[in-house]
């Protein structure tokens, strides 16, 4: 029963993640390594999960930069993914984590680095 808790007590955790500066500037340098084929892979999905957000947790800074990289047209890029994971994370750490793993080795790979990082 203690470990059901404990997994409860994680998967909340995962709910939603705010950075540090520190584990931002991390998860950059990582979105920094994929290749153009995979931003274009998982930025779409991303940015869903940023529009998905109910409790408005991007009605600030961040969430202004996506909106202009997106009107822009600049979502599938390397700042684009940057501020999209962060922007995610935010929203639904969970889901990200689902994208990430089920979207081919690169982004399991990043969804591992991330994770060490949390």
Known sequence: MMEKINSQKTTEKLT???????????????????????????????FDVCLN??????????GRVIF???????????????KLIDGALRVDAEKVFRILDNSGNDTRELAKKIRSVL
């Open 53 to 62: 957000s109910e409790r408005g947790a991007l009605k600030n800074e961040l």
């Open 68 to 82: 202009h990289l997106q009107k822009n047209e600049r979502l599938n890029t390397r700042i684009g993914l940057e």
């Open 16 to 46: 939603q993640v705010e950075l540090s500066d520190t584990q931002r500037e991390q998860v950059y340098k990582f979105a920094n390594e994929m290749r153009n084929k995979v931003l274009e892979e998982i930025c779409p999905a991303l």
